[in-house]
């Protein structure tokens, strides 16, 4: 049971961190496309 419970959660946080990262490196992508298109 408490097994179970552990792997939910670290799919969880991997699912979590994934979406971050996501978004920081979509966000990273944007800045270094406007800085060289100025």
């Known amino acids: 049971m408490i ?3 552990s792997r939910q959660v670290g799919i969880w946080l991997l699912n979590s961190t994934c979406r971050f990262g996501a ?3 979509l ?6 496309l406007n ?3 100025r």
């Not at 966000?27 to 270094?32: F, G, P």
């Open 3 to 5: 097994i179970k419970i």
């Open 23 to 25: 978004s920081i490196i």
């Open 27 to 32: 966000r990273l992508k944007r800045e270094i």
């Open 35 to 37: 800085f060289y298109i």
